[in-house]
């Protein structure tokens, strides 16, 4: 540390009485070597100075336990933890969010059979084919894919869900889809929603950068207030959205070919 950095701390005020406790240790040192003060008043003097470092190493460890227990915002990353397919797997009550979610419901689509037959909920929510050109490309690829190329993935999407309900036909009203004119600014993964042990995985939309669109982040009931705002958009989001039949009516219901 140079004289410099200790001036300029000194005219600002920081650490003054570490400096004063040095300055008063190395006078004590001095002028005991000279015999210039007796050796009780040395002992007086380094209990000061001892006195002084246990204050200081008092105030530096209440410092840090304040800073380890102030509130903290999410940890961002900038692709999803490896075991969230696991979590998703083992999870009885499944949220996504996403423009088209091919890649989630291709590596995933046993898993949601599996899921469905024991008894579990999944609940989807894709970008309507119909939707604007802004609601479609509001990923932002970097590839840029052409809004017709995107209403296709959904198409596709919608068709493997269709397949899933037929297989799972046992599962009626436990496999939801819905579909959204709202430009997503978010996907999302929401596992055992209103459950104490919840866990929303954030994929925030970028514009044009290269790979995943990032960050993404994981949020619990720990994260008080950022939890509660994600979760209330999903909701929200859900509740606006159109429902999507995966099926055809019975035959003999309204709507259903004679």
Known sequence: M????????????KDVDVYVTICLAVTVSVLSFLDVISLARVSSLL?????????NILATRSAVEREARAPRGPELHDDFPEDLKQRRADSDD???IGVNLARTIETSY??????LRRGGRIRLLLTDVDA?????????????????DIRNDIRQSLGKLRALAASTADAAGRLDVRT????LKFGANYLDAGRPGA????????????????????LTHADGAWFECFALQAEALWEEA???????????????EA
């Open 199 to 218: 866990r929303l995985y954030v994929q925030l939309y970028s514009f044009r950068i290269p790979g995943e669109s990032r960050p993404m982040f994981r």
């Open 110 to 115: 046993p898993a949601f059979e599996t899921i």
């Open 2 to 13: 140079g004289f410099r950095r200790i001036w300029a701390e000194l005219k600002e005020g």
């Open 47 to 55: 209990l000061a100075v001892l006195a002084v470092l246990a204050y």
């Open 132 to 148: 604007d050109e802004a609601a479609l490309t509001t990923q932002g690829q970097a590839s840029r894919p052409a809004p017709e």
């Open 242 to 256: 159109a429902a999507c039949e995966l099926l055809p009516p019975p035959i003999g219901v309204a709507g259903a």
């Open 94 to 96: 499944v949220y996504l």
């Open 180 to 183: 959204t004119r709202v430009a």
